[in-house]
Nanobody, 121 residues
Framework: QVQLVESGGGLVQPGGSLRLSCAAS????????MSWLRQAPGKGLEWISD????????NYADSVKGRFTASRDNAKNTMYLQMNSLKPEDTGVYYC??????????????WGQGTQVTVSS
């Protein structure tokens, strides 16, 4: 079955950087567009990035554009999120996802257990 395992979160000061990883298994990773979501404390899930199957196309939410970069290594079944110039409002749990869709009842698809990112001085 689909398994997604995020890692790389932690505590970082404003202006700092983190690199998140997402290890995928249980499906043919290289043929799927993958996504990153996050959930800030007390808020719902927010889409922040997509990356195409081959990695040649990426999309970002306005809130992270220019600061975050998604990438993937299909040989390793792993995707990454490089986060620079972090702000306190970037604090939250970050999830990688597959087949994500926002419906009238919320997000549907597959995602992992998440990794906590805290941006604070």
């Amino acid at each position: 079955q689909v398994q997604l395992v995020e890692s790389g979160g932690g505590l970082v000061q404003p202006g700092g950087s983190l690199r998140l990883s997402c290890a995928a298994s249980g499906f043919t990773f290289s043929i799927y567009t993958m996504s990153w979501l996050r959930q800030a404390p007390g808020k719902g899930l927010e889409w922040i990035s997509d990356i195409s199957a081959a990695g040649g196309s990426t999309n970002y939410a306005d809130s992270v554009k220019g600061r975050f970069t998604a990438s993937r290594d299909n040989a390793k079944n792993t995707m990454y999120l490089q986060m620079n110039s972090l702000k306190p409002e970037d604090t939250g749990v970050y999830y990688c996802g597959k087949d994500l869709a926002l419906t009238s009842t919320g997000w549907e698809g597959s995602w992992g257990q998440g990794t906590q990112v805290t941006v604070s001085s």
